[in-house]
């Protein structure tokens, strides 16, 4: 998916909602556990309910390799299921020198068909280049996570910038606004200011609303340009809202939640 | 496998040789493509002829998820077939936020069965920190790679040290040498020993050798400790020595030119 189709799609839904598909058979209605493949049956109704409230999709691949290959399986199913109009994210944090990056994105370019990997920085341009090499697919690079240990690394001075930072004016010059978006966690407000100053026409993909503590509407305040340029990622909250024969309805609720406020926020734009 | 096990591997096949298991069905021989498991088939040839020379395998999972199921169907079959007294080291670069770390560290100490898994830095404490629940299973932190890209993020300065030492230092506290490793290349000897003197009875697993540059001998004289504190990666020099029916014979002929020269090596430590 193009840049402009994303952007599209976001002004037809009014929502820049990015539902993070997150399998954990625990978590699961007990009844989805009888069935013969309980994490795509899981995955469809989740998809079924939320496809008109989001614009992408993102799972995360460690959920599906906990199951071995009956995860892979179920992953791939998954990712044939999404509807064409929602862009997929594989988040996978991958990142390996040049000749084995090149695996990694055919793996999910185009075994997997996903349009985007979250790529690691750490082992710098040639682990990210080779993800370039095929079109109109994104990298997704990790800049500001919203974890506890981002202050480990990602926060530790170079010169008088922040490695974050450093990692993102890098990754502006190895691609463009139209094949790379940073993750920047929701959880520091000032920090998602800085990094919409350095990138200014890039997609964020923003996790920690919700759940990890960020506000949506300081996410929009502080991270959004004129496109939008934001993909907000809700995982936990919308996909377990409930453990029962309801589940998808709820989650549908936990979406349109998150979607009425955002229609809000694109107002604005408009104007 | 405990750190004293795998010290005692290493005395006793006078090695500290890993192979690296890449499938890349482009470099595969003819005849093996024809057969129905060609990945499989490749690795277990690979295996039979090299076991007795090293005391590690190190599947680069990237190579595996290229084929999408069927790759991690062999990837699964691969492990299991790897002998007992064999270190098994899952090269996956994984790291997410604490509950997806488990679910990665499930996916390969549990599902997969490896001894260690290899692990970015980037997301900080958190992101490794569940790596160590499992009972003796490794981590390999990723400090100083071997390739060009190094140079973009791990050797920054901070302070009056560079990152890669500040990923050294930090996790020394989160972990011992009996469950954490290192990643660092062969390129750069003085960085070797300065790792060294930061981690002085931790293991490194140092790739680069040979096609990428680095010496053996250098490796050793700068890298080692008194338990010989090294596992040194070969992959295509050995599993790609030549592209025909005698592959395995190939194999086998180039790791043990590299144990042959471990073997000299190592006698030094016994003086």
Request: aromatic share 12%; charged share 25%.
């Amino acid at each position: 998916m193009t840049k402009q189709e994303l952007i599209q799609q976001i002004k037809i839904k009014q929502s820049f909602l990015c539902v993070g598909l997150d399998p954990d058979l625990s978590k699961f209605p007990p009844h989805i556990l009888e069935l013969e493949d309980p994490i795509f049956e899981f995955n469809k109704a989740i998809i079924d309910a939320t496809k008109d409230l989001c614009v992408a999709y993102k799972p995360n691949t460690a959920f599906y390799e906990a199951y071995g290959v009956k995860g892979w399986e179920a992953l791939e199913k998954t990712i044939n299921y999404i509807p064409k109009d929602c862009f997929i994210i594989a988040d996978a944090k991958r990142g390996d020198i040049g000749n084995t990056s090149k695996s990694y994105a055919k793996a999910f370019f185009e075994t997997l068909k996903a349009d985007a990997i979250t790529v690691a920085p750490y082992m710098g341009s040639d682990s990210v280049l080779p993800f370039y090499e095929f079109k109109d697919k994104w990298v997704v690079l990790l800049a500001l996570t919203s974890n506890q240990g981002a202050a480990d690394f990602q926060m530790l001075p170079i010169g008088n910038k922040k490695l974050y930072a450093e990692v993102v004016e890098k990754a502006t010059q190895w691609g463009t606004s139209e094949n790379t978006m940073f993750v920047v966690g929701a959880t520091q407000t000032s920090e998602i200011a800085e990094l919409r100053s350095l990138a200014q026409d890039y997609f964020f993909l923003v996790p920690g609303v919700g759940a990890q503590g960020g506000s949506l509407k300081e996410v929009f305040d502080f991270g959004a340009n004129a496109d939008c340029g934001l993909l907000v990622n809700s995982s936990r909250a919308i996909i377990y809202a409930q453990k029962d024969e309801n589940f998808a309805l709820a989650a549908k609720k936990e979406a349109l939640k998150m979607q009425t406020e955002m229609a809000l926020y694109l107002q604005r734009l408009v104007d």
